[in-house]
């Protein structure tokens, strides 16, 4: 099982990125899906989440109105728009999987089978 995230690099602030996050070896089209990131010296932070029919999404407060998670469950990716990037945005974005069927969960140690993690650098 791997979860494949890419997408990122550097931007100037006020630009746009789009992440993705194609999962193999298994199917997670019924399961909930969470985009984190974390910032060099800093914890691992929520970012989004949608659930597996992609009819719900939930923001964190710091990237609401910016940011946009979405999925395709046939090509079992799961996507992360990003617009309005500011300088706190920097940090290595990492893709998961909540492997418990329940509502949208924001807390690290709720997912599983987490990505490698890909670089965002949002210069000012």
């Known amino acids: 099982v791997q979860l494949q995230a890419s997408g990122g690099g550097l931007v100037q602030a006020g630009g746009y990125l789009r992440l993705s996050c194609a999962a193999s070896?298994?199917?997670?089209?019924?399961?909930?899906m969470g985009w984190f990131r974390q910032a060099p010296g800093k914890e691992r932070e929520f970012v989004a989440a949608?659930?597996?029919?992609?009819?719900?999404?939930y923001y964190s407060d710091s990237v609401r109105g910016r940011f946009t998670v979405s999925r395709d469950s046939a090509k079992n990716t799961v996507y992360l728009q990003m617009n309005s990037l500011k300088p706190e945005d920097t940090a290595v974005y990492y893709c998961a999987v909540d492997p418990k069927l329940s509502g949208l969960r924001i807390r690290v140690f709720d997912y599983d089978y987490w990505g490698q993690g890909t670089q965002v650098t949002v210069s000012s």
């Open positions: 070896g298994r199917t997670f089209r019924n399961y909930n």
């Open positions: 949608i659930s597996w029919s992609g009819t719900s999404t």
